[in-house]
């Protein structure tokens, strides 16, 4: 792998880690969705979709995940919309783990 260097990151997978990582914290703890719409949609700048995928149910929820965050980034973002960004990214690595031949099941507790 070569060093180079991105502030927000830049990949599929890699880029996705990084948004979700951004689910606990204090921004969403406090409630404050607006504010959290606005920081973690960084991770989202260089995010690419692989191209086999870009046709695909991946492709959809990712640009579904892009689209809630180009729309509520500036405001007007709730725990529901972040609670639909939550589920779309889950619903994302279950699919990737099936694209990768694995039999992922949904967790009773996620």
Do not use: C
Not at 86 to 92: A, H
Request: hydrophobic share 35%; net charge negative; no cysteine.
């Amino acid at each position: 792998m070569t060093e180079k260097t991105s502030e927000f990151g830049k990949g599929f997978v890699y880029n996705l880690i990084l948004f979700t990582e951004h689910f606990r914290n204090g921004y969403s703890i406090k409630g404050d969705y607006e504010s959290w719409f606005y920081g973690v949609g960084s991770h989202l700048f260089e995010l690419e979709i692989p191209g086999k995928w870009e046709a695909h149910e991946i492709g959809d929820k990712t640009r579904s995940v892009i689209s809630y965050f180009n729309r509520y980034r500036l405001g007007g973002g709730t725990i529901i919309e972040y609670r639909e960004v939550q589920r779309l990214v889950k619903d994302i690595g279950l699919l990737i783990d099936n694209e990768l031949g694995l039999n992922p099941i949904k967790g009773d507790y996620e």
